[in-house]
Structures are given as structure tokens and as C-alpha cells.
């Protein structure tokens, strides 16, 4: 079993940035890759990004890229979501998820295991 908590959420000016970290315990995820969703009021939830177990290789929504940058630190079992030039519509709940195949999925189906999430709001 693996237990998900991010952080890093808050308020935040339009143009502005915040890092969000997802930090894993009951077991390693050094083997996993691991995504990042959200999900705005009244909408689905949408990938925004993944990163495979070495944090090598990484994949973005069109949206973010260029915008969001992934990385992990599998010593402190942490994957990292830096954001920058926000702008409001990246307003959601952040989560972050662990998926135990190695091949990249935008799918939130495909991730098994899910943190509760962290609020970021941008204000224009």
C-alpha cells in the first residue's frame, strides 16, 4: 500500500509560481511512475503530467507545457510539480498519483494509488 500527501497548494497571483510535492510512504516508490492531475469546479479531472520511475523521461498536457516542470527525488520518495507563469484557469486541486507500469498513460484509470489532493488558486 502506498499513502499519498501533497502539499505546496495556496494563492497565488497570476504570473506567479508555487512547487507542489507529493510525498509517498508505506512503501518505496522508486519503481512507479507517478502523474499529476487536476481537477477544476464542475469539470473532469485532466492530466497534466507524468514522470517515469528514474525521472528521465517526463510527458505534459498541452496546456502546461513549457508552464509545469515534473521532477522526483526517489531518496526522499517526493515527486515535484514546479509551476510557473500561472494563470487563473490553472485554478483546481492538485493530485498527484502512483502507477506501477512503467509506460506513460494520461489516463487517470491507469494510476492506482491517489493523494487527496492541494488547492491552488490564481487570481487574476
Known amino acids: 500500500q502506498v499513502q499519498l500527501v501533497e502539499s505546496g497548494g495556496g494563492l497565488v497571483q497570476a504570473g506567479g509560481s508555487l512547487r507542489l510535492s507529493c510525498a509517498a510512504s508505506g512503501r518505496t516508490v522508486s519503481s512507479y511512475a507517478m502523474g499529476w492531475f487536476r481537477q477544476a469546479p464542475g469539470k473532469e479531472r485532466e492530466f497534466v503530467g507524468w514522470i517515469n520511475w528514474s525521472g528521465g523521461n517526463t510527458m505534459y498536457a498541452d496546456s502546461v507545457k513549457g508552464r509545469l516542470t515534473i521532477s522526483r527525488d526517489n531518496a526522499k520518495n517526493t515527486v515535484y510539480l514546479e509551476m510557473s507563469s500561472l494563470k487563473p484557469e490553472d485554478t483546481a486541486v492538485y493530485f498527484c498519483?502512483?502507477?506501477?507500469?512503467?509506460?506513460?498513460?494520461?489516463?487517470?484509470?491507469?494510476?492506482?494509488?491517489w493523494g487527496q489532493g492541494t488547492q491552488v488558486t490564481v487570481s487574476s
Open positions: 498519483a502512483a502507477r506501477l507500469a512503467l509506460e506513460y498513460s494520461p489516463l487517470a484509470r491507469a494510476y492506482l494509488y
